[in-house]
């Protein structure tokens, strides 16, 4: 069972599935999400609708484009043999 | 003292000293056998002890040496330790080499003895054996890069260790106290250097590339035992010392931060784990200086889930460098076909950190969060929520998809998941996962379990609707966010410069400064010696040599020629004529009476006078 899970989860000939499955998901999620009740909060932000969701993407591509922009830009990114030499 | 109390970390440090006589099943047995026992008798103490007891306490040159204090917090930290010992345990039982298994041990044994500690020169001796024991794990992985490393590991941590012990004296010289419990922040060096010892110990930034510089330079099962118990020693002794410390909250906050960004760049399977313990150890450290009930409770919780689930992914991450001998990920990809079981438990322990609902990050990693709302400190806040995406995007995500589905692996990789119709580790690796996965699991859906066994009372509830989808927001649009942005995230056969930078390049400019203007300064005092300065010496001593035998000796020599010449005369005086001796001494005394009459008168004193 947990071959064919796996199978399911690397084979490309199940992209397209995966993908539709994935969005369901994230469609459920927020929808979950704009209907709980939520208690009250600290800050006014997490009151707003699919805050969360935003927040997680923002999030997402802020880390990657910091951290590239860091390696490249910064010079934080070296050749392997950079202490070797 | 009470004399029934047994210490479960010398368990583990005499019980390495057998271990290099026994061979085959019967090591086997007594490998497993040892945390066994200290399992059971920590769990036994989490029912028994008076909170507050104290054990073992003796008197050594002045100082009271408290080796076993009993409360909540050192149960929960042993119980964990022990637990996972036991994992690493099973994880390396195939291993032969037996210098790793007693290095193992004494590691483990020193952070039980560390966590029982009840003085601060108990705790610093233990700390010690910790730095040698777990550089060990290092140096046996043998080749000049993990030597190197290894090399690293030990002058950051005997530097740790001296700042420590500078603070430690000084603390008890100002107190007069030597008692392992809070500091008081007076602003004296005492309170800096004991807190500069700890941090550092914690991976704190700028004291963090100790851990990622040789954590993936360890031994595929050196790395689990050290994943588990040098930082979070660390955040025990800071829960201990520095509760409500505020300079703790940014510290912490900012390293969780720091391990994401650099997860980013890394292409190490092992080093970017690594970045992780970084991430995750901030939320501890922001947790102890936050100081609240709740926030101690969420750092002690979360070190209690984390060395489990990290654990875990160090066990993944070694039995992919066991099976394929490869550890980056430009060189990895296409697995999930050969090592599905691996990738499971894997991904358990990915979802574990992750946060999800139901794995024990969600229970642990959310008091603290939870802990910064109520504060409230909304920049913390914020700053630990997007460092909780950051963990799912590298260890969830980036890590499993080039690991076992990516395909841009080398071609020697392709080769072996070919010609192999599976490549899932030894079974001991398999159980030693599955045990760590299931208490992943456990402490996610039955979180009261932990809580009880937490120092403070809890009040809090982590499965309210709105937290699950809450996090599950966050967590799968950060999922979106990876798959849209994918191309990007692609690793790369680079190195990220981080803080060792200072001491790996710093050395080369004192070695540069040593072969240049050092050795240039050198040069010119020994050509100005042996030109100018030899030159003067040897025309002095020339000059003192002629002074010595044309002068010196000349008179020397005179004198003694002429009291020779003199002895001479006389000889020839002496005649053997009695009389020629009696007219000598009227002779004498005459001229005695003329010569003292004449000096008398010359003088005008004499006798006349």
């Given at each position: 069972m947990i071959s064919k899970l796996m199978r399911f989860i690397g084979d490309p000939t199940y992209t397209r599935r995966r993908w539709q499955l994935f969005i369901a998901a994230l469609v459920l999620t927020v929808a979950a999400d704009l209907l709980v009740t939520k208690g009250p909060a600290a800050f006014f932000w997490q009151h707003l609708p699919g805050w969360n969701a935003l927040f997680g993407l923002v999030s997402c591509l802020l880390i990657i484009f910091i951290s590239k922009f860091l390696g490249y830009r910064c010079g934080l990114m070296r050749e392997e043999d950079y202490y070797d030499e | 003292m009470t004399s029934d109390w047994l210490h479960p970390g010398l368990l583990y440090i005499l019980g390495a000293a057998l271990i290099p006589f026994l061979r085959n099943r019967v090591r086997q047995v007594y490998l497993l056998l040892i945390p066994l026992l200290a399992l059971l008798y920590v769990v036994s103490m989490l029912f028994d002890s008076q909170p507050g007891s104290s054990h073992w306490q003796f008197q050594f040159i002045g100082l009271d040496l408290i080796l076993g204090r009993v409360d909540k917090l050192s149960t929960l930290f042993a119980l964990v330790f022990t637990t996972m010992s036991l994992i690493g345990s099973i994880y390396s039982l195939h291993l032969r080499a037996t210098g790793e298994h007693v290095a193992a041990y004494l590691y483990v044994g020193s952070a039980l003895g560390v966590v029982f500690a009840g003085d601060f020169f108990t705790l610093f001796i233990f700390w010690e054996i910790m730095a040698f024991a777990s550089a060990y794990l290092v140096f046996a992985q043998r080749g000049e890069p993990a030597r190197a490393a290894g090399v690293r590991y030990l002058l950051v941590h005997i530097s740790g260790g001296l700042c420590l012990l500078a603070g430690i004296v000084i603390h008890y010289a100002q107190t007069g106290s030597s008692v392992f419990g809070p500091i008081v922040n007076s602003g004296g060096l005492a309170f800096a250097l004991i807190l500069v010892g700890f941090i550092l110990n914690a991976a704190v930034p700028p004291f963090n590339a100790w851990l990622t510089d040789a954590y993936p330079e360890a031994t595929v099962t050196g790395a689990v035992f050290m994943s588990a118990f040098t930082t979070k020693t660390a955040v025990y002794v800071l829960l201990r010392s520095y509760p409500g410390t505020d300079v703790l909250v940014w510290l912490g906050t900012a390293m969780a931060v720091y391990g994401v960004v650099y997860a980013v760049l890394e292409n190490d399977c092992r080093r970017l784990l690594a970045y992780h313990i970084v991430s995750q150890v901030g939320y501890m450290v922001a947790g102890v200086g936050l100081g609240t009930a709740l926030a101690l409770n969420g750092a002690s919780a979360h070190a209690f889930a984390h060395i489990l689930y990290k654990g875990l992914l160090f066990m993944g991450a070694g039995a992919v460098i066991y099976m394929t001998g490869r550890r980056k990920l430009t060189e990895l990809g296409g697995l999930y076909k050969v090592m599905p079981l691996t990738l499971t438990l894997y991904m358990i322990g990915a979802v574990s950190i992750s946060a999800?609902?139901?794995?024990?990050g969600f229970v642990s990693k959310s008091m603290v969060v939870a802990a910064a709302e109520h504060d409230p400190r909304a920049w913390v806040f914020l700053l630990l929520t997007l460092a909780s995406a950051g963990t799912f995007l590298h260890t969830g995500l980036k890590l499993p998809y080039y690991m076992?589905?990516?395909?841009?692996?080398?071609v020697s990789t392709e080769r072996i998941i070919k010609t192999a119709q599976s490549l899932e580790p030894p079974i001991n690796m398999l159980v030693a996962m599955a045990i760590a996965a299931l208490l992943c699991i456990g402490i996610g859906v039955f979180p009261n379990l932990l809580y009880t066994l937490l120092p403070y009372p809890v009040d809090f509830e982590p499965y309210t609707p709105a937290h699950i989808t809450g996090s599950l927001s966050i967590l799968l649009f950060t999922a979106l966010g990876f798959f849209l942005f994918l191309k990007h995230l692609d690793p790369e056969q680079t190195i990220s410069l981080d803080t060792d930078w200072f001491y790996r390049k710093g050395s080369r400019i004192i070695m540069w400064l040593a072969n240049n203007p050092i050795a240039r300064y050198e040069a010119v005092v020994s050509e100005l010696v042996n030109t100018t300065i030899l030159r003067f010496l040897h025309t002095c001593a020339a000059l003192g040599l002629w002074i010595d035998i044309r002068i010196i000796d000349g008179i020397v020599n005179g004198l003694a020629h002429t009291v020779l010449r003199c002895g001479e005369k006389l000889r020839h005086m002496e005649t053997g004529v009695l009389s020629h001796y009696a007219l000598g001494m009227a002779l004498g005394i005459v001229l005695s009476a003329v010569l003292y009459a004449a000096i008398g008168f010359g003088l005008g004193f004499g006798p006349g006078n």
């Open positions: - | 999800f609902p139901l794995f024990s076992f589905f990516g395909n841009n692996h080398s």
